[in-house]
T-cell receptor, first 115, second 112 residues
């Protein structure tokens, strides 16, 4: 399968713990996006990478959130000191550049539950 | 800011009947518009996009969408709905840095 993959698919954690999610984009895609989706809502943008450079962060991404994309391949999203409000589906997407109208391809998501 | 609105929460349609899922947009400049579908516990799957050109866009699984500039709409359509089309449908518009702004989604229920 050459699509976008995410790991883990589900994560249950206790409030205050740190969690890390991984995203592997489609291999030739150099743009990578993270979104968050809560129940009954559409995905909301969190952050964006062009190769290894993180070019934009949403104000939704508090200081407890950090994302990396070393070597411009896979990406990780870490949440420190998790809160119950962090419970959501975290989606990763990738796309080709340079055309701005290229569609994004989404992974299956990581569902986070904070107890 | 660019945005889209999906005015209906749920769309119910009988199998074999035409399906329409509504989306209106608010943008500055020319819009780049997208439709995605989400099945339970799955990520979003791309259906189609409007960039420029023909106002009728054809996509995957028999879906099409009509871009209407005067009504600022981009409704998704399918001539004959299948039970397997039951899913959550999202309209989206491209913002800066190519990030997408999504509507809240429409649950489509196709009744056998």
């Amino acid at each position: 399968d050459t699509g976008v993959s995410q790991d883990p698919r589900h994560k249950i954690t206790k409030r205050g713990q740190n969690v890390t999610f991984r995203c592997d984009p489609i291999s030739e895609h150099n743009r990578l996006y993270w979104y968050r989706q809560t129940l009954g809502q559409g995905p909301e943008f969190l952050t964006y990478f062009q190769n290894e450079a993180q070019l934009e962060k949403s104000r939704l991404l508090s200081d407890r959130f950090s994302a990396e994309r070393p070597k411009g391949s896979f990406s990780t999203l870490e949440i420190q000191r998790t809160e119950q409000g962090d419970s959501a589906m975290y989606l990763c997407a990738s796309s080709e550049s340079p055309y701005s109208y290229n569609e994004q391809f989404f992974g299956p998501g990581t569902r986070l539950t904070v107890l | 800011a660019q945005s889209v609105a999906q005015p209906e929460d749920q769309v119910n349609v009988a199998e074999g009947n035409p399906l329409t899922v509504k989306c209106t947009y608010s943008v500055s400049g020319n819009p780049y518009l997208f439709w995605y579908v989400q099945y339970p516990n799955r990520g979003l799957q791309f259906l189609l996009k409007y960039i420029t050109g023909d106002n009728l866009v054809k996509g995957s699984y028999g879906f099409e969408a009509e871009f209407n500039k005067s009504q600022t709409s981009f409704h998704l359509k399918k001539p004959s709905a299948l039970v397997s089309d039951s899913a959550l449908y999202f309209c989206a518009v491209r913002e800066r840095n190519n990030r997408l702004a999504f509507g809240k989604g429409n649950q489509v229920v196709v009744i056998p």
